[in-house]
């Protein structure tokens, strides 16, 4: 696992509502699983009504982090929404971060309104794709509605994340957990939503540095 | 990102919220934006329209008088007191039915009457007061219904809003009662280059009344409850100076007000206004000095001549001469008006200077003969 | 999940991950916790939500009180019983509670008793920023402050033990990093519950001999100089000679570490981490201050652990030759706010003149290139078919056709959103809990004055119990004029959905008789009008006709929380746009549903130039349909 150094530094970006909080502690809960110690930082509050919400997880050994990743210093970014990401890289990105995000844009209220526009999507990839080391575009809410439900657009990025292949994490480790906490047929269900976001990873990206 | 919101602005802020109205209702009715409750304009949001009908239609608004008398005369606005007009002469009603309390004459009614009886106005805009807490426009469609609007309201009562929003649901030709900012109003609707506007190609009547100034509806109203409680005056009056009051008619008799009481009810707006004697109307109705059975007519455009014409022919009216000294004297009031109203607009900010006048037409105004009368 | 909270389980060893509110839960019921009460409080609300998971009638009370004073009421009447209890709150509420505080610490205690605060730097989720570490010291009690997520769970054992040593409330820190963030916790036991709750006959618990009590205060508090030397949760880590040395509390902490990681810092620069905030335990920092000549204080919010151990050298002459104290005072990190990595890391950088950049100057430039005019700001908002949004439409709407200019005091809870464009920019004051119903019975006395502006006051169900009895109470006593809206949306849904007392339901799940906001304004003497916000026009009309009236008016206005309704009930109506009739940017509309009234279930479709209904989140609630100038918004029963 190349670049897996630690303390590493997980930041999944959202908009409030899109279930952030769900993610990291899921993805914690793994890497505690795996014999490392992991923390959470989240914003809470009035976040929650629409506003931009960012989860920290940073998985270390013995030595317990910050709950807060200092600027500059995110390993990977997992969107959940494409401007989102663009937000985060503007102040945790480096020349080696990784970013997974989500293509679906949520509209802020003033574009819903119409008083302003959401900036300009190709754009916002391109930028993301020229700060990243790495990039990853997941049509995950397009993948999630297609199989029922907008609800499990979270578990295909973290399929994503798995398929990634930039953190030591695999299929087995989330079908522990999830086992652990859900009735067998949201399990299934779960589970086949990882699965299609470890098979929409184009494997052909390349690291650039 | 905000776009400028000149037309809702200039109308809330400038205008209205600068005590420019005159409470025309010209730019109410249309939107959720401008609306009336109680006798008064209220705008609880922002339209951020560059380009609204409000400020289209708005009397207030910079308008040029030269174009609109060219539409109706071929000829520029001249600044004269009484405007163009091809006769003037007074009338009165034969027989003023017992349930009116119409003012003077009752021509007013009587025209609104007959352009409902011989078309082709399918509906008349007037003003009504009984049975409602404040005066405000409404539109009939049938003859009957024009006597209970009679009398004199000495309100702006915004009804024009009724105007606009009864041309949303039917275009059809409308013969509409207004004070002289209103009869400017809807020369201005008729002529406004805009997609949604419902007055585009409009053939209407215009009754125009004379008008001093107006007063605010909710004001007044207010000061009226505090006089007479619930008891609502059938019609007013000023007799004219030295009188120096306001007359009420109630069912208990003529109650007299001193002028100086009424004069903070008045719209500031009409301190600009330059016309007296509705010189964009079609016809133009008002009192005729020291007769107080008659009224004094205008008439101003064929369609006018031709209603009036209809009414003299079906033998509801007498008509008569106006006295040569009753029109000198008109004449004069009218011109004062104008002066006065040209020396308050120097002192007003730039962009309530509504009235865009020729260099000709304001040298006329400005010739009018002094006086040291000045009734408000 | 099957067991989000196994904060239950008797398994020491186990290490779960756990959000700090959770840790101090955890560590509550470690230490035999029987009464656990508090008011709902971002960042303080999850340790009562995890207690109640533990709940159990005859061994541990859980509750949601009506405000913090009543909640440290509850927990100090266990404690005088004999039992072990603990009140949390947010910084705000200890500021309610303060009253009682300031005589519950002469009249001391009988079993533990801790007060847990935990503040919110930045005011994330507040309506205020505040150290409430002052008022600890204030008040002569001793201050602990919890500096991790293992910490939380540790030190609160530690603070129930300290308490009943000492007879008297011991107050925990926590800030909204460690509550609201979640780390490995590491459980100990659960001990066994038992004892019978008793009030000892011949005891009081009374602030008098008010100077002996006081005077006894001091003496723990000087004991405790002594003894905290030796309190667990005070560290040094780091070279004996350090060039510099941190003193740091609270997540100060961890963002130090990990300063000294990043500038590799571990050789020169020693962490002198203190639990015990106050009072200073006397050997421990002297033989820290001994090791070092310059010192940077690392802490939320204000300079509190600054100004005391700058106190504290001047008080020790033989500490103080050379002695230089760094921090917010000195402006090495900022004058408020919470902290984060950054500042420790700068304040480092300059104090010890280190270059360092986080990132390559071509990435910065970078940054700036890629990303301009790309990222926007997402305002907040009431949710798609909140009530709030239809009672701040018409109460806009009523103060405009009013036309006296009407102020609308506001108060705490999502409805102070009604200051922002989602609720028409409605509310002109915000202070504390129900000072909305307060400040507008001062306002409404002012008519004799020749004051001519009607004034309403906007409250929540929640606040209404909380602190706008009192008020309204008050207006009505001193005759005052105003119109109170309750905006009843059956839910403490700023913080959570917390029960109330007029939700009919307790924290432990006990169903009880609501008690009637109604009934209460009745029994003042009060018009009490209720109706439902979704009827825009008879509410605006109630509104009128209100502010016309004398007295106080009180109208309440009653509909579910969306996000509880749309939960239990489902979608009301089936909602639809006719394209045909909606006339979109024109003149007579001008996106009046998306751009004014800017309900998100609403969107504004710049290519077609029509309104549509998002039917993904769409509640259903049906008033748009109400407010489209053109009747082109249809409502259909769902």
Redesign the interface.
Known sequence: MSGFKLPYNLIIAGVGGQGNVLISQLIARVFIRKGFTAVVGETYGVSQRGGSVMSHVRISRERVSAPIIPKGHGDLILGLEPMESLRILRDFGNPGIFTLTNTRPVEPIDVISGNLAYPDLPAIMRAIETLSNQAWFVPASKLALEMGNSLFTNMIMVGALIGAGKLPLTEQNFVDILHQYMPDKTFEDNLAAIRKGIAAIEKTSVEKR | ??KQTASFETITGNIIGNEGCVRCGACVG????LTL??G?I????????P???CFGFCPKAPTDFDEISRELWHAPYTGSPLGTYSDILIAKRVKIPASATPQYGGIVTALVEQALLSGPYKAALVTQWKERSFPGGVVIETPEDALKSAGSHYAGAYSLAAFNQYRQRHAVPMAVVGLPCQTLAVRKMARLN???NPHTGSDNLVIGLFCTWALSP?LFSHKLSEWFGAEKPGRFDIPPPPANRFEAFLKSGKKEIPLDEIRPLLNPGCRTCLDMTSEFADISVGAVEGMPQWNTVIIRTEKGRTLFQRLSDSGMIETGDLPSESLSHLAFAAGQKKKRALAAAGEEPRENSAAILSEQARKTILQNEETGDNPL | MKHAHPITLNEPGRVELLMGNEAIARGALEAGVRVAAAYPGNPSSEIIETLAKAADPARLHVQWSVNEKVALEVAAGASFFGLRALAAMKQNGLNVAYDFLTNLNLSGTGGGLVLIVCDDPGGISSSNEQDTRYMARLTDIPLLEVAGFEDARDMIPYAFDLSEAIGSVVMVRSVTRISHGRGPVRYGPLPEISGTPRFVPGTTFVPFPILTKHQKRHDAIKRLERDFSDAPFNTYTGPDTPDLIIVTSGIGYLFSQESLDLLNLNGRVGIARLGTTWPLPEKWLSDILAKSQRFLVVEEIDPFLEGNLNEFIGRHPSLQRGKRVFGRQTGHIPDVGGLTPEHPLAALKTLLDIPYKTRPDSYETLVESESAGLVIERALGFCPGCPHRASFWSIKNALAKDGRGGVVTGDIGCYAMSMWPSGYQVAKTLQAMGSGAGVAAGMGVLGPMGKTQPVVAVCGDSTFFHAAIPALINARFNASNFVMIIVDNSATAMTGFQPHPGTGMTCMGQPVDPVEISDICHSLGVDVTILDPFNLEETEETILAALREKGIQVLIFKHMCALIEFKKAGRHYVMRVDSKKCIGEACGCDRYCTRVFRCPGLIWDPISGKARIDEAICTGCGVCADICPENAITREEA
Do not use: A
């Not at chain 2, 249309?30 to 934006?33: G, V």
């Not at chain 2, 209220?42 to 329209?49: A, E, G, I, N």
């Open positions: 990102m905000e249309l939107c959720p934006y409750y109680n008064t209220v705008f609880p949001d922002k339209c951020d329209l380009e609204g009908r805009h997609p949604r909710r």
